[in-house]
């Protein structure tokens, strides 16, 4: 079945998973999360925050369907719009670097490399806009329904981590040290496995990672976060 990417928008944003449409741990401050949710309005201010970082940043997300059903998505952003990233004891977030939120991939489509293209997608979205690396906080223990992807797989796509915490850890990937090497290994690169890539501007991922990206996701531990699975 044909698999398309579509930017995260006010419009999309109604196909992203109801809890997940309502979540503002990122979006919003932790008093302001608590406000929100007191005064039932969460999914207003994603709204709002999505609004707002779309027209003073550009792009900060995008969603991915597998025919009509939404197979997973990803957010992400500077960090000067994310106000939980101040947060974290392993903050805070570089200034050359963009902040990769959180990513999701719904239960059926676990294990297909889908949570591999999406940071891909990340990753060419961000370098077409002069940013060259990516950091994140990632989750060390595996919590369930949290709202942090597992830094294992993190690590499994090219992320270094830069900061140690027992519990979150900031990772970060170099884009720049990432094309070197694509490039380097252009010539010799063989793929065992067909690779189908978005069916928009995003045939370039590739560059940015040297091995195929198909079936070979490290999404083998189930983590939940509101009805789905965050990527691992």
């Given at each position: 079945m044909h698999r398309r990417m579509v930017n995260l928008t006010l419009d999309s944003l109604e196909d992203v998973p109801g809890r997940c449409r309502?979540?503002?741990?990122?979006?919003?401050?932790?008093?302001r999360a608590e406000a929100a949710r007191d005064v039932g309005e969460?999914?207003?201010?994603?709204?709002?925050?999505?609004?707002?970082?779309?027209?003073?940043?550009?792009?900060?997300?995008?969603?991915?369907?597998?025919?009509?059903?939404?197979?997973?998505?990803?957010?992400?952003?500077?960090?000067k719009f994310v106000p939980r990233s101040m947060e974290?004891?392993?903050?805070?977030?570089?200034?050359?670097?963009a902040l990769l939120m959180t990513a999701?991939?719904?239960?059926a489509y676990a294990?297909?490399?889908?949570?591999?293209?999406?940071?891909?997608?990340?990753?060419?979205?961000?370098?077409r806009r002069g940013i060259y690396a990516i950091e994140t906080f990632g989750d060390?223990?595996?919590?369930?329904?949290?709202?942090?992807?597992?830094?294992?797989?993190y690590r499994s796509v090219g992320f270094k981590t830069v900061r140690f915490d027992p519990r979150y850890p900031r990772l970060r990937?170099?884009?720049r040290s990432a094309i070197d090497r694509s490039v380097e290994e252009e010539g010799s690169m063989e793929f065992q496995d067909p690779v189908e890539w978005f069916k928009l501007d995003d045939l370039?991922?590739?560059?940015?990672?040297?091995?195929p990206t198909t079936g070979r996701s490290r999404i083998d531990r189930p983590g939940s976060q509101r009805g789905g699975e965050l990527l691992e």
């Open positions: 309502a979540c503002v741990f990122w979006e919003l401050s932790p008093l969460p999914a207003l201010e994603k709204e709002s925050w999505l609004s707002h970082t779309l027209l003073e940043w550009g792009g900060c997300g995008r969603i991915a369907y597998e025919g009509e059903a939404v197979a997973g998505y990803v957010t992400f952003a500077s960090p974290f004891p392993s903050g805070p977030v570089s200034p050359d670097a999701y991939v719904a239960p294990g297909t490399g889908l949570g591999r293209q999406l940071v891909q997608t990340v990753a060419a979205d961000l370098a060390a223990r595996g919590e369930s329904n949290a709202c942090l992807v597992p830094a294992d797989f990937l170099d884009l370039e991922l590739e560059q940015f990672f040297g091995e």
